[in-house]
């Protein structure tokens, strides 16, 4: 199995900015997607931004130019810079990835589609 662990969550008023850090852990055989949707109050989940083999990212148009995704291969981690914050950024923001991984004493590949818990991020006006 793979797990997520996210971190960098926290209070920061209009303006300001936060750095979101989410690290996969397990028997990894590869990663192809890292993202992160986020759930505000009352509201459905929604996609953020994603990095796809490291390299091709995508953004959601109201994040655009204000947040930056990043992925670290080595450390199985994706980061999320996020400047600029305006109090509807205020959410649950998850962690999610998909790729393969090492299944029983033979090494098996598995697919994997895995969610963090979720890290809470409060933006003040």
């Known amino acids: 199995q793979v797990q997520l662990a996210e971190s960098g969550g926290g209070l920061v008023q209009a303006g300001g900015s936060l750095r979101l850090s989410c690290a996969a852990s397990?028997?990894?055989?590869?990663?192809?997607?890292m993202g992160w949707y986020r759930q505000a109050p009352g509201k459905q989940r929604e996609f953020v931004a994603n990095?796809?083999?490291?390299?091709?990212?995508n953004y959601a148009d109201s994040v655009k130019g204000r947040f930056t995704i990043s992925r670290d291969n080595a450390k199985n981690t994706v980061y999320l810079q996020m400047n600029n914050l305006k109090p509807e950024d205020t959410a649950v923001y998850y962690c999610?990835?998909?790729?393969?991984?090492?299944?029983?004493?033979?090494?098996?590949?598995?697919?994997?589609?895995?969610w963090g818990q979720g890290t809470l991020v409060t933006v003040s006006s």
């Open positions: 397990g028997r990894i055989a590869s990663i192809n997607r």
């Open positions: 999610n990835a998909d790729g393969t991984y090492l299944r029983g004493m033979w090494d098996d590949r598995n697919s994997f589609d895995a």
């Open positions: 990095i796809i083999s490291g390299a091709t990212t």
